[in-house]
C-alpha cells in the first residue's frame, strides 16, 4: 500500500490494480481495511480507527483514492464529490487512436447488474444516466496511445464504455471490447490526478499518482515529465 498524502483529515492512497476499496463477495480484504490496520499501527490508536470511503475505482484499475481520516472531513468530501468539485484526472492506453484527438463525450448509459455491465446509447432511455468527460490524445507508442480523461460525471464503468463507444477500448479490457487481457488481469487505466479545496483547512491538494512500472507505460515517461 502506497500512501501518497496523509494529512490529519484525509490520506490519499495509490491503489494497486487487483485490489478492491471496499468489501465484496470475494472476501479478499479491502483497502479500507488495510489502511485501517496501518493507521492504528502507525499512532498505536486503541480500539476502531475511523477511515471513510469517499469514491472507488474498479477492481482491476490503479491509481489515487481518498479516504477520509474524520466524519467532519466524510461528510464534506462525500458532498465535493456529489457537486462535482473534485476534479479527477485519468490517463488510458488503448491500441487504437481516437479520432478527433480531443473531444467531449455525451452518453446516457445503463447498468445490467446480472453481468455487471455498462451500456452506452447517444440517446436517453429509461433508467440511464447522463455520463459527461473531456479526453484528448497525448502519446503515442509504437503499439499504443495515451488518452487523457476528465470526468464530468461518475457512473459505473463510465471511461471504459464511453472510450469503448468510440472505437478505443482500454487495453485488457475485455468486458468493453479489447482483443487481449493482461497477464495480471488488470486494465490500462490509471486514475492519474486528483485535485479539490481541502474540506477542513481550504488549502489546494493536487497529487499525482506515478506511472506504473510496466515497459508499456514507462514508454510515456516524456509525457510524464511533461505533464508535471
Known sequence: MQI??????IVIVNKSPGEIVQGDKTGDEPLVESLKRWLKEKYEKPGNVFCGVVHRLDRPVGGLVVFAKTS???ARLNEMFRQ???KKTYWALSRNRPEPAEGRLVHFITTTERNNKSYASDTERRGSKKAVLSYRLIGCSDRYSLIEVNLETGRKHQIRVQLSAIGCPIRGDLKYGDKRSNPDGSISLLARRVCFVHPVSGKIIDVTAPLPDDSLWQAFKDVDKNDD
Do not use: S
Open 84 to 86: 462535482g468539485e473534485v
Open 4 to 9: 501518497v498524502y496523509e494529512d490529519n483529515h
Open 72 to 74: 467532519k472531513a466524510l
